[in-house]
């Protein structure tokens, strides 16, 4: 059974700490979504891939946030410094290729307490 | 800029009775539409999309959604709700770069 495997599960981490989740796409998709899940902004779109290459990152604070794709079965995203305000539950989603119509995969996230 | 609005934070119905998830869209050109589900600590699950084609989409676990054009709406719906379709529900457009826009969520309560 085909899914998205985002680790870790649970981070609780202080502030100032550098964190790195991790997420391992469904076999043969080529585009990779970050999500970002709060009680107040709901769902937030932080970065997006197509073939292992940023399209559009805008969505998240360049300043602290970095996204990488070292391989097509590895997606990265990391904090650092983190802070408290980055608590969240943070997922990965990843699409089929070739005629693409929007069906997103969701992995079961990462929920990050910055203490 | 593409948008989501889902009017209702929660809905509660009664087991067995009819159920609706309200959402309206805003998106230039076609609109690509999409509800998903989430049950308590996962992650979202598809349940439907609208391409193009009849308005009326069938999906995962008995539900429906109605698509309607002229009044840009797309309202999930099920004939008889079960305790089981108690979660957090979450309508989504997609844009021409293929990422999805979600609305903020309606959490539908199915009471025994």
């Known amino acids: 059974d085909a899914r998205v495997t985002q680790t870790p599960r649970h981070k609780v981490t202080e502030m100032g700490q550098e964190v790195t989740m991790r997420c391992q796409p469904i076999?043969?998709?080529?585009?990779v979504f970050w999500y970002r899940q709060t009680m107040m902004q709901g769902l937030e779109l932080l970065a997006y891939f197509r073939n292992r290459a940023p399209l559009d990152d805008s969505g998240m604070p360049k300043d602290r946030f970095s996204a990488e794709m070292p391989d097509a079965t590895l997606a990265t995203l990391k904090i650092q410094p983190s802070e408290p305000r980055d608590s969240a539950v943070y997922f990965c989603?990843?699409?089929?290729?070739?005629?693409?119509?929007?069906?997103?995969?969701f992995g079961e996230g990462s929920r990050l307490t910055v203490l | 800029a593409q948008s989501v609005a889902q009017p209702e934070d929660q809905v509660n119905v009664a087991e067995g009775n009819p159920l609706t998830v309200k959402c309206t869209y805003s998106?230039?050109?076609?609109?690509?539409l999409f509800w998903y589900v989430q049950y308590p600590n996962r992650g979202l699950q598809f349940l439907l999309k609208y391409i193009t084609g009849d308005n009326l989409v069938k999906g995962s676990y008995g539900f429906e959604a109605e698509f309607n054009k002229s009044q840009t709406s797309f309202h999930l719906k099920k004939p008889s709700a079960l305790v089981s379709d108690s979660a957090l529900y979450f309508c989504?457009?997609?844009?021409?770069?293929?990422?999805?826009?979600f609305g903020k969520g309606t959490k539908l309560s199915v009471i025994p």
């Open positions: 998106v230039s050109g076609n609109p690509y």
């Open positions: 989504a457009v997609r844009d021409m770069s293929y990422q999805l826009t």
């Open positions: 989603a990843s699409g089929p290729s070739g005629s693409y119509t929007g069906e997103l995969f």
């Open positions: 076999l043969g998709h080529n585009t």
